[in-house]
């Protein structure tokens, strides 16, 4: 409608926002304008010299009427079948995972800062839904995480008991050593005073994050050392 002159775009702002009430919506087959105020817009043309003539009561009453029993009834109708219509398609194309609650599972980690990273950790037990569908999850000590996670963020891998084992939780790696079997062992100390120092394998954490920053610092630590002084 501008074509091209651009500080004339509010004298086609009118005309712009009568064909947006006039056209015909998908979801409830009818305009705009009719659906709020229950009739037909005024045609295209100058009313100027039209004279004004006031409804009376009960051709007024008689629209609320229709409108409360005949037309928002309609609408509500053609919305629900064109919403059913698009949750079918949506569901075709979509595919949507429930996890109930008691599910295992581990979480998807989509930022890895390395491909060496482990692609889920885990694994947690899903201890609710909240109102907004997104879960609470609970670690093998029974902390609940900081965070809640999306459906997509999960993957469900058992929903029999993983946790029946006592977990003790780590307060550092202290060293590491290399067994006979050519796999290494770190010297961990526990967080519970009651526990000595222990060399434990891999496979004994529960998550490798531990391990990534021990070799992280060890490195950091090697580095500074060969570091030319000045």
Request: with cysteine; hydrophobic share 35%.
């Amino acid at each position: 409608l501008v074509n091209g002159v651009m500080n004339q775009w509010d004298l086609f702002l009118p005309f712009a926002q009568y064909c947006i009430n006039c056209n015909i919506v998908r979801r409830h087959q009818s305009a705009p304008f009719a659906v709020m105020f229950g009739r037909a817009p005024n045609s295209w043309e100058d009313h100027s010299e039209a004279v004004a003539a006031p409804a009376s009561a009960r051709r007024q009453q008689q629209r609320a009427d229709f409108m409360k029993n005949v037309l928002f009834p309609a609408i509500e109708n053609a919305t629900k079948k064109v919403a059913e219509a698009y949750v079918q398609q949506h569901a075709k194309t979509h595919k949507i995972m429930y996890i109930p609650v008691g599910t295992y599972v581990m979480t998807i980690q989509h930022n890895r800062a390395s491909k060496l990273d482990p692609a889920n950790e885990g694994p947690y037990l899903v201890t609710a839904i909240t109102r907004g569908g997104s879960y609470v999850l609970k670690d093998m000590e029974g902390q609940q995480l900081a965070r809640n996670y999306t459906v997509s963020e999960l993957h469900p891998i058992s929903d029999e008991p993983l946790f029946e084992e006592a977990s003790l939780e780590v307060d550092k790696i202290l060293g590491h050593r290399v067994n006979k079997t050519g796999d290494h062992e770190y010297r961990v100390r526990w967080k519970s005073s009651s526990e000595a120092d222990s060399w434990e394998p891999f496979e004994n954490f529960d998550s490798p994050r531990l391990i990534r920053e021990y070799w992280q610092k060890l490195d950091e630590r090697q580095q500074a050392k060969s570091a030319p002084k000045r």
